[in-house]
T-cell receptor, first 112, second 114 residues
């Protein structure tokens, strides 16, 4: 799996959009970008994933650059409950890749 | 629908003992993975099972083992516990474990070895 780079921490004001960047410059053509988050002492929670196109669901939007070397997770209206560690993971879709490789993630703190 | 259920939630064991943790995946999910989370090493992959077969194993000593039953429920066992095995153990289930399906994690079992 390609390696990802994320800032260790970010702050965001409640109600504002939170934009979390991720660099994955060595991503290959069949690898997806996944985002998970982990609220303190809970299991990671799936947020969104994408291959090439931008994706949106009820939780967030995922913007992937055209060269696929970086992506941004957008939480449109951050709330205090969005304070968590956010993990960007690159993972192939087939073969023997039956796991997620977590990095250190970004600690997002949403402030009142 | 019910999520991934892990039991017990908390466990305290003595060094040298063994422990068994249980995971019930989401109904219909056939892939179950296990992860260890510690403050120093973060989230690390232990192993993954599909249809009672281990398909992938992380870089952990042989004291860590697992199995999966025909109903997809899974157990992991740690023998001869060491202080460093204190961690949050997380189970994740997925439809098949491959493809672009996401994983659903349980709340974990917090193991403390004293």
């Amino acid at each position: 799996d390609a390696k990802t780079t994320q800032p260790p921490s970010m702050d965001c004001a409640e109600g504002r959009a939170a934009n979390l960047p991720c660099n994955h410059s060595t991503i290959s053509g069949n690898e997806y970008v996944y985002w998970y988050r982990q609220i303190h002492s809970q299991g990671p929670q799936y947020i969104i994933h994408g291959l090439k196109n931008n994706e949106t669901n009820e939780m967030a939007s995922l913007i992937i650059t055209e060269d696929r070397k970086s992506s941004t997770l957008i939480l449109p209206h951050a709330t205090l409950r969005d304070t968590a560690v956010y993990y960007c993971i690159v993972r192939g879709s087939g073969g023997s890749n039956y796991k997620l490789t977590f990095g250190k993630g970004t600690l997002l703190t949403v402030n009142p | 629908k019910a999520g991934v259920t892990q039991t017990p939630r908390y466990l305290i064991k003595t060094r040298g003992q063994q422990v068994t943790l249980s995971c019930s995946p989401i109904s219909g999910h056939r892939s179950v993975s296990w992860y260890q989370q510690t403050p120093g090493q973060g989230l690390q992959f232990l192993f993954e099972y599909f249809s009672e077969t281990q398909r992938n194993k992380g870089n952990f000593p042989g004291r860590f083992s697992g199995r999966q039953f025909s109903n997809s429920r899974s157990e992991m066992n740690v023998s001869t516990l060491e202080l460093g095995d204190s961690a949050l153990y997380l189970c994740a289930s997925s439809l098949t474990g491959i493809g672009d399906y996401g994983y659903t994690f349980g709340s974990g079992t917090r193991l403390t070895v004293v």
